[in-house]
């Protein structure tokens, strides 16, 4: 459990992704004829499978900014493309699928994934959702700590930000984000607790251990965990975007706060910033940007797009040092006009009327294969 330093404000992204038949669109179990063909292509960063055999996981490198993070995470996304055409399956961003039933999935077997089901039983299928993960560099332990609880008073920024997984099982669930809501189900998911430095957090790490919950911080499926053997904190709210694009821009935003954070220390941590943890948080995945947030700083409540026009002002400068500056703008651009992912899934719907044609061009856009008419932006 030493905390390994990592370049400060580095920045990486893990993005798992959808696999889908050409027929109708369902999720495929092709995980394994995919990553192996990937494999003798060749490509940057990492693709790795997940826990079941319909998904896969993109990791990228560490990034200084957004720039060469985006043009990475394309990359990946090209290679990935290719590969899936020879199969002849599409991949897919977003942070659910709309119609497959978790009865038909299979665990991808490696020897944790196969525990996972023996310890969470049908859970481990439903955790067939899709999130990005932000990792964001820390120079030691106590820095990650305090990073960790500073970003939790942001979380609802993150979720509505990302936002895309509005339909689950064939219904659309009213949520911009309900692939949260099967995180919730975990015993082990939440917050990290209000520890106050990086020995604190050891000791409380050792005594799960001691009483034989955890073994590794893998263990753990907090929204914001510490990740000590890479030197960040993971940030792991985000829905899956329904581009690469999209998936850099938030992670910039991360990366851009992240700074603020560490360089000015605007805010202390605080128990209240918990007490209003899971309201917050629900409200950004009910109701995206349109939900309400109560700052326990402040004390009083706004609106959560308010809010996050706010700071993204606020840490501009930031972005700025990062040369990160041209991608905050282009996210205040799509919050200042309401955008989502999850709304664009819903308009979609609504022009195509079936779910089936959803998953086709959701597909299609993150592949990079969409028709300029066909955009629903």
Same mark, same amino acid.
């Given at each position: 459990?030493?905390?390994?330093?990592?370049? @400060?404000? +580095?920045?990486?992204?893990?993005?798992?992704? =959808?696999?889908?038949?050409?027929?109708?669109?369902?999720?495929?179990?092709?995980? @394994?004829?995919?990553?192996?063909?990937?494999?003798?292509?060749?490509?940057?960063?990492?693709?790795?499978?997940?826990?079941?055999?319909?998904?896969?996981?993109?990791? +990228?490198?560490?990034?200084? *900014?957004?720039?060469?993070?985006?043009?990475?995470?394309?990359?990946?996304?090209?290679?990935?493309?290719?590969?899936?055409?020879?199969?002849?399956?599409?991949?897919?961003?977003?942070?659910?699928?709309?119609?497959? =039933?978790?009865?038909?999935?299979?665990?991808?077997?490696?020897?944790?994934?196969?525990?996972?089901?023996?310890?969470?039983? /049908?859970?481990?299928?439903?955790?067939?959702?899709?999130?990005?993960?932000?990792?964001?560099?820390?120079?030691?332990?106590?820095?990650?700590? /305090?990073?960790?609880?500073?970003?939790?008073?942001?979380?609802?920024?993150?979720?509505?930000?990302?936002?895309? +997984?509005?339909? =689950? +099982?064939?219904?659309?669930?009213?949520? !911009?984000?309900?692939?949260?809501?099967?995180?919730?189900?975990?015993?082990?998911?939440?917050?990290?607790?209000?520890? !106050?430095?990086?020995?604190?957090?050891?000791?409380?790490?050792?005594?799960?251990?001691?009483?034989?919950?955890?073994?590794?911080?893998?263990?753990? /499926?907090?929204?914001?965990?510490?990740?000590?053997?890479?030197?960040?904190?993971?940030?792991?709210?985000?829905?899956?975007?329904?581009?690469?694009?999209?998936?850099?821009?938030?992670?910039?935003?991360?990366?851009?706060?992240?700074?603020?954070?560490?360089?000015?220390?605007?805010?202390?941590?605080?128990?209240?910033?918990?007490?209003?943890?899971?309201?917050?948080?629900? !409200? @950004?995945?009910?109701?995206?940007?349109?939900?309400?947030?109560?700052?326990? /700083?402040?004390?009083?409540?706004?609106?959560?797009?308010?809010?996050?026009?706010?700071?993204?002002?606020?840490?501009?400068?930031?972005? @700025?040092?990062?040369? *990160?500056?041209?991608?905050?703008?282009?996210?205040?651009?799509?919050?200042?006009?309401?955008?989502?992912?999850?709304?664009?899934?819903?308009?979609?719907?609504?022009?195509?009327?079936?779910?089936?044609?959803?998953?086709?061009?959701?597909?299609?856009?993150?592949?990079?294969?969409?028709?300029?008419?066909?955009?629903?932006?």
């Amino acid at each position: 459990m030493e905390f390994r330093s990592s370049p @400060a404000l +580095s920045v990486g992204v893990e993005l798992e992704l =959808q696999i889908l038949n050409s027929r109708d669109f369902d999720l495929a179990r092709d995980a @394994a004829d995919l990553i192996a063909l990937l494999g003798k292509a060749g490509h940057p960063g990492q693709v790795k499978p997940e826990i079941t055999e319909s998904m896969v996981e993109l990791n +990228s490198s560490i990034h200084g *900014n957004h720039g060469t993070l985006a043009a990475e995470l394309a990359a990946i996304r090209d290679a990935v493309t290719a590969c899936a055409r020879r199969l002849n399956v599409g991949i897919a961003g977003g942070g659910s699928h709309a119609f497959h =039933q978790w009865t038909d999935r299979r665990i991808y077997p490696t020897e944790r994934f196969n525990h996972l089901l023996s310890v969470y039983g /049908y859970l481990a299928k439903q955790f067939t959702i899709f999130g990005q993960h932000v990792h964001l560099g820390c120079p030691d332990g106590d820095t990650a700590v /305090y990073l960790a609880h500073i970003l939790a008073r942001y979380v609802p920024h993150f979720i509505a930000l990302s936002a895309s +997984s509005p339909f =689950q +099982s064939g219904e659309d669930t009213t949520f !911009q984000s309900s692939r949260l809501n099967t995180v919730s189900a975990f015993p082990l998911s939440g917050q990290i607790p209000f520890v !106050q430095s990086w020995g604190e957090f050891r000791q409380y790490f050792e005594t799960m251990r001691g009483y034989g919950v955890v073994e590794s911080m893998k263990d753990f /499926y907090w929204d914001i965990r510490p990740k000590p053997e890479y030197g960040t904190v993971e940030v792991r709210v985000f829905d899956t975007p329904l581009t690469v694009e999209r998936a850099a821009l938030v992670a910039a935003y991360a990366q851009a706060l992240a700074r603020h954070i560490l360089a000015d220390r605007p805010l202390a941590p605080s128990r209240e910033v918990y007490m209003l943890y899971n309201h917050n948080r629900f !409200q @950004a995945c009910r109701y995206g940007l349109h939900g309400q947030l109560v700052d326990a /700083y402040s004390r009083r409540a706004v609106g959560l797009a308010e809010d996050l026009l706010d700071t993204l002002r606020l840490v501009a400068p930031h972005a @700025a040092a990062l040369e *990160n500056g041209e991608a905050l703008a282009r996210l205040a651009a799509s919050v200042e006009a309401g955008y989502s992912d999850a709304d664009w899934l819903r308009r979609v719907h609504a022009g195509r009327g079936s779910l089936h044609d959803v998953a086709r061009i959701q597909s299609e856009r993150w592949m990079g294969l969409d028709r300029p008419e066909a955009r629903y932006d």
